[in-house]
C-alpha cells in the first residue's frame, strides 16, 4: 500500500488542523493505520492509531486534542488536531501495518505541522 499524508501547516497555538492520509493499493481496511511525529533534533514517537476494527489509543501527550479517525470507503487516514501546543510542531508521518504484526511496514511521506506562540 502506498500513503501520501498532506494537511500540514502553520498554524498559531490553540489552533487546529486535520491531517490527512490518503491510501492507494492494499486493503486499506485490512491495516492498523497510525500517526507518528518526529520533531527537529528528536526521536519519531508514536501519536495515534486507530485499528482495521476502528479501536483507537493516543499518546498522552495529545490525548483529549487530537482524534484519530478512517473512512475506509475512502481508504483515508486522518488526525484531527486541536488545541495545538508549540511542542506538537514536528513532521507527521502516517503509516500502517498487518495487525498481528508489531512492524510498521508501510510509511508515508510525512507532513510538516509547525504550531507558533
Known amino acids: 500500500v502506498q500513503l501520501q499524508a498532506s494537511g500540514g501547516g502553520l498554524v498559531q497555538a490553540g489552533g487546529s488542523l486535520r491531517l490527512s492520509c490518503?491510501?492507494?493499493?492494499g486493503t486499506f481496511s485490512n491495516y492498523d493505520m497510525s500517526w507518528f511525529r518526529q520533531a527537529p533534533g528528536k526521536e519519531r514517537e508514536f501519536v495515534a492509531t486507530a485499528t482495521w476494527?476502528?479501536?483507537?489509543s493516543y499518546a498522552e501527550s495529545v490525548k483529549g486534542r487530537f482524534t484519530a479517525s478512517r473512512d475506509n470507503a475512502k481508504k483515508i487516514f486522518y488526525l484531527h488536531m486541536n488545541t495545538l501546543k508549540a511542542e506538537d510542531t514536528a513532521v507527521y508521518y502516517c503509516a500502517a501495518k498487518w495487525p498481528r504484526l508489531s512492524e510498521y511496514a508501510y510509511w508515508g511521506q510525512g507532513t510538516l505541522v509547525t504550531v507558533s506562540s
Open 22 to 25: 490518503a491510501a492507494s493499493g
Open 53 to 56: 476494527i476502528d479501536s483507537t
